[in-house]
T-cell receptor, first 114, second 111 residues
């Protein structure tokens, strides 16, 4: 089965703790993305990666970090510096990082920080 | 500020009726995409329309693009209960390597 997996589906953390969200794809896509979605809102881009060992900040990168050591993996770390981390996080991939290709989304991780 | 904005924010219709959602954007684009999101799930790509296209069909979906008005519409014909979801338009910004998503239209199909 080809696709994108995100784990876990639900994640609970205490304030002040860093947490890492997993995203794996077996579509052989070069580009991967992380979005944040708040209730009733659209998606906001956190980070994206066009190729292995390269990534760029999106619109709301503060308080987040990423790595892209393997083509199939793009983990997102939500650090304690993120002021309001509770949200629904979506990972996506596409053949390449241009807008001419559709993005394939994972099922999302709902993070709750108390 | 948002590149793409959907209208209406919410739409409730009876099964079998047609549903129309609109998307307006601010700057020139290369293409525009529509996605569907079922509650609590990831997004699913529906259709991509390029800036030199005016209309595109896929099954019960019809998308139009008017670059002079900087707007697009998504029409779902003969709606079904399974069409209940949020629908998002996503636009690129010419020269940028990313999509910008609107706030979405929440569509409810009543049986």
């Amino acid at each position: 089965d080809g696709g994108i997996t995100q784990s876990p589906k639900y994640l609970f953390r205490k304030e002040g703790q860093n947490v890492t969200l997993s995203c794996e794809q077996n579509l052989n896509h070069d580009a991967m993305y992380w979005y944040r979605q708040d209730p009733g809102q659209g998606l906001r881009l956190i980070y994206y990666s066009q190729i292995v060992n390269d990534f760029q900040k999106g619109d709301i990168a503060e308080g987040y970090s990423v790595s892209r050591e393997k083509k199939e993996s793009f983990p997102l770390t939500v650090t304690s510096a993120q002021k309001n981390p509770t949200a629904f996080y979506l990972c996506a991939s596409s053949i390449s990082a241009t807008s001419f290709y559709e993005q394939y989304f994972g099922p999302g991780t709902r993070l709750t920080v108390t | 500020s948002q590149q793409g904005e959907e209208d209406p924010q919410a739409l409730s219709i009876q099964e079998g009726e047609n549903a129309t959602m609109n998307c307006s954007y601010k700057t020139s684009i290369n293409n525009l995409q529509w996605y569907r999101q079922n509650s609590g799930r990831g997004l699913v790509h529906l259709i991509l329309i390029r800036s030199n296209e005016r209309e595109k069909h896929s099954g019960r979906l019809r998308v139009t693009l008017d670059t002079s008005k900087k707007s697009s519409s998504l029409l779902i014909t003969a709606s079904r209960a399974a069409d209940t979801a949020s629908y998002f338009c996503a636009t690129d910004i010419q020269g940028a390597q990313k999509l910008v998503f609107g706030q979405g239209t929440r569509l409810t199909i009543n049986p």
